[in-house]
């Protein structure tokens, strides 16, 4: 049986490949799902890939992952530095949980440097680019081992 992982998007992350270029590559959100598939094929997991621009659609998904989802692998964007809802939700989630960004958030504006998410989060990922999804996916796959 393949196991099912869930790869969730914040705000703005439509836009990816459009959007700043510069900090956050020319790839579309589409490719970054085409490319986790593929990995996941190989890797024995199953991909559900969801965008969203809305904090309280980000949380029913995480509240619906429970139980549902082996893992949660999630790139909250801008709600990162803000969410307290989404952290909550994911402390009520049992499996691993995977943050990933594709800029290093480090580098960047001192409100980036903080994330609520990564209280919560097995591990995080910053920096990698788009290839960061991938890693995640790597790194998802030995947690549930
Ligand atoms: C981001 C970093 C966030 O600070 C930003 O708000 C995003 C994307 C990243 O993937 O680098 O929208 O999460």
């Not at 393949?2 to 790839?27: A, D, H, K, M, V």
């Not at 692998?73 to 990162?80: F, K, T, V």
Request: glycine share 8%; charged share 20%; proline share 3%.
């Amino acid at each position: 049986m393949t196991t099912q992982i869930s790869i969730f998007n914040g705000p703005n992350l439509n836009l990816l490949g459009q959007r700043q270029p510069e900090i956050y590559g020319s790839e579309s959100l589409q490719d970054v799902e085409n490319n986790c598939k593929l990995l996941a094929d190989s890797l024995g997991l199953q991909v559900d890939f969801r965008q969203s621009n809305y904090e309280g659609k980000l949380v029913d998904w995480i509240q619906e992952a429970r139980g549902a989802y082996a893992g949660i692998i999630i790139n909250p964007a801008a709600y990162s530095h803000t969410s307290i809802a989404i952290l909550d939700a994911l402390n009520t989630f049992d499996g691993p949980v995977v943050e990933v960004h594709i800029s290093n958030i480090h580098k960047r504006e001192e409100f980036r440097h903080h994330s609520f998410v990564s209280k919560r989060a097995d591990a995080v990922i910053a920096g990698c680019g788009t290839d960061g999804y991938l890693m995640a996916l790597q790194r998802m796959q030995k947690l549930l081992k």
